[in-house]
Every structure is written in C-alpha cells, then in structure tokens.
C-alpha cells in the first residue's frame, strides 16, 4: 500500500505541470484568436487603433477645409465690399511684405486644396502639407488685416485721401442699378482715375463693376 501511494505521488508530480502547460497554450490560442476577431488581422478588418487614427484624420482635414472657407469669405468681403477695402486698402498692397505673404499663402492653400477629404485620406505626406499650407494662410491673414486696420489710410497724405473719398463716391454710382448706363459708366471711369496709382481693386470687384455696367448695355 505504501508503495502504490508513492508511486501514485509520482505520477502526479509529472503530469500536473503537463496539464499547467495544456491549458496555458489553450489560453493563450483563444487569446490569439480574439485579437484576429475584433483586431482586423482576418478578412482585411481595420484594427481598432488604424480606426482611430483614420477617424482623427479625416476630423482633422474637415476642420481644415472648413476653416479654410472660412478665411476665403473674410477675403471676399473685401473682394465685393468696395467701401471696406477703401478704408483697409492695405490688403491689397502687393508691395507690403505682409499683404504679399498674406496672398502668397492663399495660393499656396488653394494649390493644395484636395476636391474631397478622401483624397488625402491615404496620403500622409500631401495631408501634411494642406494643413501646414492652411495654418499659415490663416496665420498671413490675420497678421495682415490686423496691420491693415491698424494702418487704415495713415499712409496716404490728405491730398491722396481725398482721392480715396472721391473714388468711393463715384464707385457707390457705378454699382447703383438705378443710376443710368451712362452714369454708371462715367462714375467708373473717375473711381479708375482717383485710385490709379493708390490702390488695386481686386480683379473680381472689377469683373462684377463690369458686368453690372455691360448689362445695362445690353438690356
């Protein structure tokens, strides 16, 4: 009896560790076979980190865009807002180093606009580059408005400010639908006289002037 428990106690000391070892393994393969489940390493299935990081991208490039939109329509008012751009007229004062980093900058981002946040979903390198081109044409913006009204007409002798004032007079004609064709045209004429050599009206301001006097022509 004696010798049956010790062998009986020996037996146990060699296969407990083997049952120790069977169980771990089975463990660690449904441990395994987990991450390959809800990890994407089956069936091209995204891994939940490449998730988060595409859905940080794709959060990051539409928050650009929309604020890219948003710096071209503080430009465009003073693209059509004439009155606005007479009195900051050194937004458009292309021998300023701050107006021309300003425009350089929204080239830049224009350049690199994608057509569809999609497009640079894969792309690391041209993301980058957007958002960068983004940051800084916000940047250039604000730095060069800032200095434009803080500036305002300061730069022109009263003699040049008086032209100003007179341009944006006949300018107020030129775009009155209810002024004549001929009046409209003459004051156009004069706003163009007053402003040469002071300020450039930007090429959609002039296009739109144009059309509205044309347009008189024609109907």
């Known amino acids: 009896?004696?010798?049956?428990?010790?062998?009986?106690?020996?037996?146990l000391?060699?296969?407990?560790?083997?049952?120790g070892v069977v169980i771990a393994g089975m463990k660690a393969l449904s441990a395994a076979r987990g991450r390959q489940v809800f990890g994407g390493d089956q069936l091209g299935a995204p891994a939940p980190q490449h998730i988060n990081n595409h859905g940080a991208q794709w959060r990051a490039i539409s928050r650009t865009v929309s604020e890219h939109d948003?710096?071209?329509?503080r430009w465009l008012d003073y693209e059509l807002d004439l009155g606005k751009l007479l009195d900051f007229p050194l937004m458009t004062d292309m021998?300023?180093?701050?107006?021309?980093r300003f425009h350089r900058a929204k080239l830049r981002a224009d350049l690199l606009?994608?057509?569809?946040?999609?497009?640079?979903?894969?792309?690391?390198?041209?993301?980058?580059?957007?958002?960068d081109a983004v940051e800084n044409y916000v940047t250039a913006f604000n730095v060069a408005e800032s200095e434009a009204m803080r500036r305002r007409r300061n730069?022109?002798?009263?003699?040049?400010?008086?032209?100003?004032?007179?341009?944006?007079?006949?300018?107020?004609?030129?775009?009155?639908?209810?002024a004549t064709q001929q009046e409209r045209e003459r004051a156009y004429a004069l706003a163009s006289r007053e402003l040469d050599g002071l300020v450039v009206l930007p090429e959609r301001a002039r296009a739109a002037i144009e059309r509205g006097i044309v347009g008189e022509l024609d109907s």
């Not at 021998?95 to 021309?100: A, G, H, K, Q, V």
């Open 70 to 73: 948003r710096t071209d329509t």
């Open 95 to 100: 021998s300023n180093p701050l107006t021309e």
């Open 113 to 131: 606009r994608p057509e569809r946040v999609e497009d640079l979903l894969e792309d690391g390198d041209a993301a980058r580059q957007y958002l």
């Open 13 to 19: 000391i060699v296969v407990v560790p083997v049952i």
């Open 155 to 178: 730069d022109f002798t009263k003699e040049q400010q008086q032209r100003l004032t007179r341009a944006r007079s006949a300018l107020r004609v030129a775009v009155d639908t209810g």
């Open 1 to 11: 009896m004696g010798l049956l428990l010790v062998r009986l106690i020996e037996l």
